[in-house]
């Protein structure tokens, strides 16, 4: 079986809430039916919604039609984007899941929704069980955005690790361990004061 056979792909739609209605009125009757039953009717989103609805025509089958719909305040409403990854699949009946966007949205939004979507999640190290992302996917021209906030994403979730590890496991060597890391991945000068040094420097 090919790969892209292996996969059940997930369309990503982001729709600006103040063109909510516009859209719903847009789609078929089923779907408006299906939206509405789930507090996304024309008339706009029920906050219970979350503003976040995945659609899907027999999603374990991998056939029909799947959907992730979004709802955002603006373009640059990162929390919307985050919705959506908490709602996002990793797997469905022993299939990985992506979920696509499209490219044409341009560079700027597509490195928000990425960059939204991947702070979902932290990442606690100090945690046995792993902390899986559904995958996000973009075509063409917007790779370049996608990149930008991937790596934006992973900075951000590199100190909130910092932050957030427990006392125990993120001393001053551990500390020392992550800065030389950084250093060495990114090409950066580093340096520990420490001993004698410290002692005669330390106001």
């Given at each position: 079986?090919?790969?892209?056979?292996?996969?059940?792909?997930?369309?990503?739609?982001?729709?600006l809430r103040q063109e909510w209605s516009?859209?719903?009125?847009?789609?078929?009757?089923?779907?408006?039916?299906?939206?509405?039953?789930?507090?996304?009717?024309?008339?706009?989103?029920?906050?219970?919604?979350?503003?976040?609805?995945?659609?899907?025509?027999?999603?374990?089958?991998?056939?029909?039609?799947?959907?992730?719909?979004?709802?955002?305040?603006?373009?640059?409403?990162?929390?919307?984007?985050?919705?959506?990854?908490?709602?996002?699949?990793?797997?469905?009946?022993?299939?990985?899941?992506?979920?696509?966007?499209?490219?044409?949205?341009?560079?700027?939004?597509?490195?928000?929704?990425?960059?939204?979507?991947?702070?979902?999640?932290?990442?606690?190290?100090?945690?046995?069980?792993?902390?899986?992302?559904?995958?996000?996917?973009?075509?063409?021209?917007?790779?370049?955005?996608?990149?930008?906030?991937?790596?934006?994403?992973?900075?951000?979730?590199?100190?909130?690790?910092?932050?957030?590890?427990?006392?125990?496991?993120?001393?001053?060597?551990?500390?020392?361990?992550?800065?030389?890391?950084?250093?060495?991945?990114?090409?950066?000068?580093?340096?520990?004061?420490?001993?004698?040094?410290?002692?005669?420097?330390?106001?």
């Amino acid at each position: 079986m090919k790969e892209e056979e292996m996969e059940v792909r997930v369309k990503v739609t982001p729709v600006l809430r103040q063109e909510w209605s516009r859209y719903v009125r847009g789609l078929s009757p089923w779907k408006r039916e299906w939206l509405s039953l789930r507090g996304g009717g024309e008339g706009g989103c029920d906050k219970g919604s979350g503003g976040v609805f995945l659609y899907s025509e027999s999603l374990s089958g991998g056939a029909g039609e799947h959907e992730l719909i979004v709802v955002l305040e603006d373009w640059d409403d990162l929390w919307g984007w985050s919705r959506a990854s908490l709602r996002g699949v990793t797997s469905e009946g022993g299939r990985s899941v992506v979920h696509e966007l499209s490219d044409d949205l341009g560079s700027d939004v597509v490195e928000r929704a990425f960059l939204g979507w991947h702070l979902a999640r932290k990442f606690p190290h100090w945690k046995s069980e792993e902390v899986r992302v559904p995958e996000l996917r973009v075509g063409g021209g917007g790779q370049v955005g996608a990149d930008r906030g991937s790596f934006l994403a992973r900075v951000l979730n590199g100190a909130r690790y910092l932050i957030d590890a427990p006392s125990e496991s993120m001393g001053p060597l551990e500390m020392e361990g992550v800065m030389k890391d950084l250093a060495d991945r990114y090409g950066a000068s580093f340096r520990v004061v420490e001993g004698e040094e410290l002692e005669e420097g330390f106001p």
